[in-house]
Structures are given as C-alpha cells and as structure tokens.
C-alpha cells in the first residue's frame, strides 16, 4: 500500500498541537492526533457527553478536551496532587468556565453528590492516575459506571514495560467482565475501549480511515495493524511503520486485512 500524500497541518489541528507543545506535560504529538481524530469522529458520529480526566498533571491533554468539549458538555479534571492549580492557570483561557477541577483521589468520586446523576453520562474517559494495578482497576470500575453506550475509555501507559500492572489490569478486567468493555486500539502508550455494542463503529473507521485522518494531522511515521483473522481478536494497533505501510494484516498475507 502506498504512503498517503501529507499536507500541511490543518489550521484547527496545528492550533491544537501549539497550545498542547505550550503546556508541561507527558502526552506524546502523536497521541495528540490520535485523540483528534477519535473525538472528531465521535462529533461526527453525534456521540454525546461529558468528559473526564483521572490525572492531570499540568494540562497539556486535558487542553485536546478542552478543545472538544461542547457548549453543553462538562469537562471533569480529577487529581490530588498540587499540580492541578498549575493546570487551572495553563487551561484558562480553553474552557469557558465548563471545567471542573476536583483536588481529590478517582477512588473519592463516588462520594461527589453529583455522581448518580451522571451514570452512564461521559463519552471520554481518561485514566491517567494512580500507576498500581489496583488504582487502575477501580479506575476501570468507575469507568464502567460512567461511560456512555458510546463512549470511550483512554488508559495511559498501555504496554509500557515501566508499568506491566496497568497491561495486567486491563487484560484482566476485559477477562473477567467480557460485556463491559472491549479492546478497540493500542499503540503508542495507550489503550482504547469501547462498549462491546459499539466498538464497531470504532473499527470500521479505523479500517477505513485512520490512516488517512493520522496523515492528514502530519503524522507519517506509524501503520495501522490488524494481525489476528476473524474471529482470534477485533483490536487494531498503531505501532512505527512496516515495510511503507499504512495498513499491516496477518503476518502470512499483510494485503489480508480481517
């Protein structure tokens, strides 16, 4: 398959990537595109809901939410650590006051008055907290109580060898509870999930478009990859690029892409 033509970034997008560059912070560039283009198809798709982020830091991915978030959407920044009043101050100018900055752990939101009244009510949901095992399942707890139909939960630091009890956890709790979430896409220190009623949606268009969107966003460095046959494993992958491939299939046939 051929390389797609790159052109210049978008306005809206290389705005993004500034104002992210500008902010302290850990989120990969590529990461920022990533995030772009699954939130833009969540626009498109009229997917509905708020937004949160368990682990802040200093801003700089919450600012990509920022940039997203409807006028009738909130934006919830969850993060015990002093560097939230850093990120109040580098985030606003972004969030036209719709933000809400708790200074507490992920595990004491369930004792947030408003937290009933919004099950099932989030269509992003970051996980970017508390690096053990265990804070990371009760993250993926909360995150099953919170999440859309729709939505889609963001795990960081996915298959990073520093951190082999966050890939633990995830693969555990997709093990035991197999209709609460589904592995949509990994790659670049990062996994998806989806409610396993609408993960297709998210895998036809990273079949049909996520190639092109990464490139169009100037990222011409990474293919897509769907190694397992029908029926093995559903979950896409975005790994540096193979052989000048935008899309990498089974091992025996990468043209045959299930």
Not at 42 to 48: A, C, P, R, S, Y
Not at 164 to 188: D, M, N, T, Y
Request: proline share 5%; aromatic share 12%; net charge negative.
């Amino acid at each position: 398959m051929n390389e797609p033509n790159t052109p210049s970034l978008e306005p809206r997008f290389a705005q993004m990537l500034q104002i992210a560059r500008s902010i302290d912070g850990f989120m990969a560039e590529t990461n920022v595109a990533v995030w772009d283009i699954l939130l833009s198809f969540q626009t498109v798709q009229g997917v509905q809901g708020h937004l949160l982020e368990i682990g802040v830091y200093k801003g700089r991915s919450a600012s990509v939410l920022c940039q997203h978030r409807r006028p009738d959407e909130e934006l919830w920044l969850v993060d015990f650590s002093s560097f939230l009043e850093e990120a109040r101050h580098n985030l606003a100018l972004l969030h036209d006051g719709k933000a809400r900055f708790l200074p507490c752990k992920s595990s004491d939101l369930w004792r947030q008055p408003e937290f009933s009244a919004h099950r099932r009510g989030f269509r992003w949901i970051h996980i970017d907290g508390e690096h053990t095992g265990q804070a990371v399942t009760n993250d993926l707890a909360l995150a099953a109580d919170l999440l859309s139909d729709e939505g889609l939960v963001c795990v960081d630091d996915f298959f990073n060898p520093a951190y082999p009890q966050i890939s633990a956890a995830v693969f555990s709790w997709l093990a035991h509870r197999p209709f609460e979430f589904e592995l949509v896409l990994c790659g670049e220190n990062k996994a998806y999930l989806a409610r396993p009623a609408s993960a297709h949606r998210y895998f036809s268009m990273i079949r049909s478009d996520f190639a092109t969107e990464l490139g169009r966003r100037g990222i011409d460095h990474l293919t897509v990859f769907k190694t397992s046959p029908c029926g093995d494993f559903n979950g896409w992958g975005i790994q540096q690029r193979r052989d000048h491939r935008n899309y990498y299939g089974l091992d025996s046939n990468p043209d045959q892409i299930c």
